[in-house]
């Protein structure tokens, strides 16, 4: 039988445990005959990955299983991270970082005549996020498997991510991101674990066996959810966690019904309306465009996973009424929020509980994360949609709502105002449901993500809320995962620390406080301006190749990478360069600190003042970079499809790193931490985690600039005026004037008039208001960085005092003050 076969045995037997050098190249050649079925002489790069990445993937799944069991064993108590977006970026790497082989797998293929580089680069990245709030989840699954924390991380396996992005003519242009199409070797699909769930139709009502008064969805469509899991290994542990992300396709019984009636077309029809649902990734970050499929994939993922929670549940022989006490379910930002009602369907309606004890389990189980502060961000549903998609659940609003607002009514008498406010309808005009209301109301804990966020929240957006409920706010400041973000990323400058310092920091960052004491040794400044200069020429080398720009890696390196928003205010930096061209024109012969700027990131499909944006830096670009008068002191670089992959090539290799944003505007920011984590200093507003980080560094280390917060509301209450700005600076307004002439745009004067135009009229973002303080502070950027061992002194303290943003600092806090939960250690016990 199975079980005689000893477990040790299994193990040796296998070539699929073993970590040193021979051994994973027997397994990997194995792999390439028996899994690629190729031979050396006919294999591809891509069959050369694959089979690199079945053998990496043999020794997660040990870790992996045993993981489970311990899990499964123990009824460990465990956190469900539910999130329509995961970047999780190339898994290749990462998982060879932690596994701890990376540099044996280097050399074994090596030895095979093979770069590890190259393969690595083969890997098509899972895209499916949009940017920081996908990738924070990304880094928080890596810190929890990191720390030992079990748990899940649910969300969509869309079958195309993020778009690609190209660049013709200087315009976004967006291709499908066919991310699949050469296999995926990290998921395994588990269709033994497929679930239903419904969509649209109508409610009926009746009275049970016993009297009761129930509600039941008679829906018009099933769709089923299958999941595939992706394991997610923590750093030098034996915890191998679960990515779970669900496929929609047609149930067969759905087929059958329109086959037998003949109607073989309408059954392909509708399996295609099915898979519809996981198909593609909505581009849009920081805004919400209310349409009927989002709402779709969202419930779809959401009550895919609480139905496979209540199945582990049983698994494991816990009641239900144990639900909240086997998981805390974190909801990332309102794109799951729907789950606060599911849950509520699932126990009332399916398990017949009564809705004390289901309002309970399921406020106890949810805590919510707010991403944003931008209302363009805010999601609502148009009652109407929502209640021909979400017949049962909207009814379950009306309730929760009524309760809700009685007990508002009870806190703050004679106040119809608030009640109008709180509500989790919005009756003001065409009537929503308020998704943030809804997760703020089923949920015990409310988190910002940084500090100055978290009290905008309270002051501000949630005001109502905190009032109501101000011991479920608490703040959660964003963090980094170093081991993506320095270990493989900048293998260089992580292995100079480790030579000071030891290898603790990897999973200690505070550790790198010690950093300070080499911070005026001549010899390791020279290292680490050494290993700065050896990205940025890597950097420059890809810049030749994609760009086909020669630029100087001597000269500073001003880096602003990140989506394209107005709020980010790219086109900020854009005044910034066209003022130095300026500068130079005027005297060609001026003393200028030789620069490249540097821009990546992608813009929503739909968002053309972003995409503006895109094409004027091109546009400039085209005119800086080739001048003769300039004589190369300046280039402007945009690196198209800017993604996890290019963003471990760009933080190593940056000076400067671009936090530009008006105050009050960036929730956060994780590009910040990344690039200041790799030794760039940041020029900087005071918003998101710009300024914790500028705490933690030393002001005297960070170049600040621009308006606060409240100045910022201040100046808008009070009738703010971008045109004074204008005709009171000389230097801005022969920069806008240059733009609006047609100078970067071959004479034509139209191209960038909507552009020049908001900003002289609008400038909701308060670009001219800061302009002349970027000015002065960019300034003394270029001052500064002359002093290469000032310079290099600030990157080193930079590098040292991040210890706060890893996200494991994140986690922990995450675990302590909202999930309540313990690390399980995991021990390795069979194959
Ligand atoms: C975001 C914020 O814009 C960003 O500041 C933050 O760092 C990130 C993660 O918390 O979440 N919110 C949305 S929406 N997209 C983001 O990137």
Redesign the pocket.
Known sequence: SLDAIDLQDRCELSNRTGMDSETLKRAFLNNLFYVQGKFPALATTNDYYMALAYTVRDRLLQRWINTAATYTELGSRTVAYFSAEFLMGPHLGNNLINLGIYDQVEQGMAELGLSLDELQEEEEEPGLGN???GR?AACYLDSLATLDIPSLGYGIRYEFGIFDQDIRDGWQVERTDKWLSAGNPWEIARPEWSVEIKLGGHTEHYTDDHGNYRSRWVPDQVVKGIPYDTPILGYQTNTANTLRLWTAEAPESFDFRSFNSGDYLGAVYEKMISENISKVLYPN??SSQGKQLRLTQQFFFVSCSLQDMIRILHGQNLPLENFHKKFAVQLN?THPAISVVELMRLLIDHHQMDWEQAWTITHQTFAYTN??LLPE?LERWPIELFGSLLPRHLELIYEINQRFLDEVRIKFPDDEERMIRMSLIDESGERYVRMAHLACVGSHAING?AALHTELLQKDVLRDFYEMYPHKFTNKT?GVTPRRFMVLSNSQLSKLITSKIGDSWIKNLKELQQLEQFVDDAGFQVEWRRIKQHSKTELATYIQNNNNITVDPDSLFDIQAKRFHEYKRQHLSLLHIVTLYNRIKANPDIEITPRTFIFGGKAAPGYFMAKLIIKLINSVGNVVNRDPDVRGRLKVVFLKDYNVKLAQRIYPAADLSEQISTAGK?????GNMKFALNGALTIGTLD?ANVEIREEVGEENFFLFGLTTEEVYHKRAHGYRSRDYYHTNAELKLAIDRIASGFFSQGDAELFRPLVDDLLNQDQYFLFADYASYIACQDQVAAVYKDQTKWTRMSILNAARMGKFSSDRSIEDYCRDIWKVEPVNVELRQC
């Open positions: 940017g920081g709030l924070l970050d920081d930002d991403h944003t961000a993500v964003n960036e929730a956060s920011g994780t998101g």
